[in-house]
């Protein structure tokens, strides 16, 4: 199901595709109530998802990895045809292959079912204007299977990006 949002001026045009209507509309409802974020459209599949990035062209797509049709597949394919089209993953799956899997197929975000509504409008943001957010525990449990995966216990190496505080809060988790 696609909707015609009307844009309000600078808000982010975001859709949601979840195949649970009453977690979706959930979203929806705590989405629009943000003035700066204008939802355009939702659906239910993998198929609809990929619809929907080819025909509004939401800034954000908030995506359940276990739609049928599978939800990493569809990102995929949105990368492929719409790579302006940022994906964040929102799912219940704390699973570290999965979290692996959305990223390297592209997920600028990867946040679990369970997070508030302000903490989504700000991952939402976040993502929008470039960066990447994957919620930390999850964070800490992938750079861990790094590690080992690796055989490397040095974060420098694996994330070159982080400050030296950074790296002393990932080494203390």
């Not at 939802?39 to 929907?52: F, K, S």
């Not at 750079?143 to 400050?163: H, I, S, W």
Request: hydrophobic content about 45%.
């Amino acid at each position: 199901m696609m909707l015609d949002g009307q844009n309000t001026q600078g808000a982010v045009r975001l859709a949601v595709v979840d195949d649970h209507p009453l977690f979706r509309d959930g979203v929806i409802a705590s989405l629009s109530a943000d003035k700066s974020i204008d939802i355009v459209g939702q659906g239910a599949t993998a198929e609809q998802a990929v619809q929907i990035s080819q025909d509004l062209l939401p800034d954000i797509l908030l995506l359940d990895i276990s739609i049928p049709g599978d939800g990493i597949a569809a990102m995929r394919e949105i990368n492929r045809l719409c790579p302006f089209v940022k994906v964040i993953m929102l799912t219940a799956s704390e699973d570290e292959q999965n979290v692996s899997a959305a990223l390297e197929a592209g997920a600028r975000g990867y946040i679990l079912k369970g997070v508030g509504a302000q903490e989504l409008v700000r991952t939402v943001h976040a993502v929008n204007h470039g960066e990447s957010y994957v919620t930390p525990q999850l964070a800490a449990r992938l750079l861990t299977m790094m590690r080992t995966a690796k055989g490397a216990p040095n974060v420098q190496e694996d994330l070159p990006g982080l400050t030296r505080r950074e790296e002393q809060i990932l080494d203390a988790v």
